[in-house]
């Protein structure tokens, strides 16, 4: 990895971004995402970046 790119460092790991997702295939689309579920949850609030600070509010448990 360039060191330029994210300071040189590859990070595997997901991160607070489940909360759309999850909104959107469980209870929109009704499917049964028990890991899924459990990871949003752990997570919640979502992250304090500008980017995924207001995904709970405005998606959890949203079926609209």
């Known amino acids: 990895m360039?060191?330029?790119l994210c300071g040189g460092q590859l990070r595997r790991e997901l991160g607070p971004v489940t909360e759309v997702a999850y909104n959107a295939l469980h209870n929109r689309m009704h499917?049964?995402?028990p890991e899924t579920e459990r990871l949003t949850i752990k997570q919640r609030p979502a992250?304090?970046?500008?980017?995924?600070?207001?995904?709970?509010?405005?998606?959890?448990?949203?079926?609209a």
């Not at 992250?47 to 709970?56: A, I, R, S, V, Y």
């Not at 509010?57 to 949203?62: E, F, G, K, Q, V």
């Open 31 to 33: 499917l049964d995402l």
């Open 2 to 4: 360039p060191g330029w």
């Open 47 to 63: 992250g304090l970046d500008m980017f995924t600070m207001w995904e709970t509010l405005t998606h959890a448990d949203n079926p």
